[in-house]
């Protein structure tokens, strides 16, 4: 018989998030504070995996909108970005807060002090906003998924794991603008003993 194994729901954001956030580059928290949680230390081991589903809205500005890209960040300040996107192409034609959704599923591949640990991690995420290239418009495409990052899978950026960590998840932008912006309506973060 197999090892028993169940998920636990680690955090969800339970009510509504902070609104649509726009006009800015650098990536920040898009999830309601009350939706953070502290892991404790030494709470990874290898093997361990997180599944994060998040939902919500972008808009997106028609000339030149840019790229976006989503991260699950962890550390004593939430400020090590453990999984990345990469930047994803918005499309060339202007939205206003059109739905989407994200799933990102990591695994624990290296635990230990100082930047020892880590995470792999896959996204797959749809909305009508995301295309392949730039340039494209709705009439060229359908809606699709997108696989992230859309590079030769690696492991995140490395964090210490023997200390507290705040589970965060954070969005940016490339391009500046009250057109260009994201809502998070819910979100939530799985825990995966295997």
């Known amino acids: 018989m197999g090892k028993q194994t ?6 969800v954001q339970r009510g509504a998030g902070p609104g649509l956030l726009a006009t800015y580059t650098t990536a920040k928290s898009v999830i ?23 939902t919500g809205a972008i808009s997106n500005i028609v000339t030149t909108p840019g ?20 930047n994803i192409q918005l499309n060339a034609t202007a939205h206003t807060t059109l739905p989407f959704y994200l799933e990102i599923l990591m695994t624990c591949r290296a635990i ?16 009508l906003m995301f295309t392949r290239t730039a340039g494209q418009t709705d009439d060229a495409q359908d809606m699709q998924g ?14 210490d794991s023997t200390v507290a960590s705040i589970l965060d998840f954070w969005v940016g932008f490339t391009i500046s603008n009250a057109g260009n ?9 799985i825990d995966l003993p295997y």
């Open 6 to 11: 169940f998920g636990e729901i680690l955090a």
């Open 32 to 54: 309601d504070a009350n939706a953070l949680v502290v892991l404790p230390a030494n709470y990874w081991y290898v093997g361990r995996g997180l599944l994060v589903k998040v």
């Open 67 to 86: 790229l976006m890209n989503f991260q699950v960040k962890m550390g004593p300040t939430a400020n090590i970005a453990v999984f990345d996107t990469g």
């Open 112 to 127: 230990g002090n100082g930047t020892s640990a880590n995470f792999m991690g896959l996204a797959m995420t749809n909305g």
């Open 146 to 159: 997108i696989v992230a990052p859309a590079t030769n899978p690696a492991v995140g950026t490395g964090f």
């Open 181 to 189: 912006g994201v809502r998070i309506d819910q979100y939530t973060a």
